[in-house]
T-cell receptor, first 111, second 113 residues
Framework: NAGVTQTPKFQVLKTGQSMTLQCAQD?????MYWYRQDPGMGLRLIYY???????DKGEVPNGYNVSRLNKREFSLRLESAAPSQTSVYFC??????????FGAGTRLSVL | KQEVTQIPAALSVPEGENLVLNCSFT??????LQWFRQDPGKGLTSLLL?????REQTSGRLNASLDKSSGRSTLYIAASQPGDSATYLC????????????FGKGTSLLVTP
């Protein structure tokens, strides 16, 4: 049982480049989330999708876009990467507001 | 906005000790509270979830309590082991955050042999 799978695990970008972080879950959860984790800041919500077809901004949405492709997949896109977006990105899923299950994370460096 | 605070930020104890990690939150109108464990370079693993109507939850050597009225939760770890060394995160789901969680910054625990 894979749970929540994130790709890639590591990525290095140059300022201004774009990329998409992929997330897929196999637990038939309806809700999915993207968080970023920075030293001294804790985890902060970027975007979430309460159910297929809906997305909402979290605490730090600027510079990001998301797509809930289907019930299983929720992607995060950086259109023009900036050094301030250097972080560890986590995808999570849950059945409504119950236990959230996290992926292993994507470590992104923007030079 | 919900603020979640965890004290202490770091803790070092010898193996075998019982210990308590603290979490406080500013808005008591919560649905539930979750405790997570994070190992270095890894994702988060859910340990316990307490619904707002519950007072405590237990799993093995772990016991989490919730006092919603005072905005506090504690995670009690009995008979600590070196394998318990990790960062422990507290997260709150409240009425304003939908299904999303508000996280504390964590307590980094080191259990020495």
């Amino acid at each position: 049982n894979a749970g929540v799978t994130q790709t890639p695990k590591f990525q290095v970008l140059k300022t201004g480049q774009s990329m998409t972080l992929q997330c897929a879950q196999d637990m038939n959860h309806n809700s999915m989330y993207w968080y970023r984790q920075d030293p001294g800041m804790g985890l902060r919500l970027i975007y979430y999708s309460a159910s297929e077809g809906t997305t909402d901004k979290g605490e730090v949405p600027n510079g990001y876009n998301v797509s809930r492709l289907n019930k299983r997949e929720f992607s995060l896109r950086l259109e023009s990467a900036a050094p301030s977006q250097t972080s560890v990105y986590f995808c999570a899923s849950s059945w409504q507001g119950n236990i959230q299950y996290f992926g292993a994370g994507t470590r992104l460096s923007v030079l | 906005k919900q603020e979640v605070t965890q004290i202490p930020a770091a803790l070092s104890v010898p193996e075998g000790e019982n210990l308590v990690l603290n979490c406080s939150f500013t808005d008591s109108a919560i649905y539930n509270l979750q405790w997570f464990r994070q190992d270095p370079g890894k994702g988060l693993t859910s340990l316990l979830l307490i619904q707002s109507s519950q007072r405590e939850q237990t799993s093995g050597r772990l016991n989490a309590s919730l006092d919603k009225s005072s905005g506090r939760s504690t995670l009690y770890i009995a008979a600590s082991q070196p394998g318990d060394s990790a960062t422990y995160l507290c997260a709150v789901r409240d009425y304003n955050s939908g299904y999303a969680l508000n996280f504390g910054k964590g307590t980094s625990l080191l259990v020495t042999p």
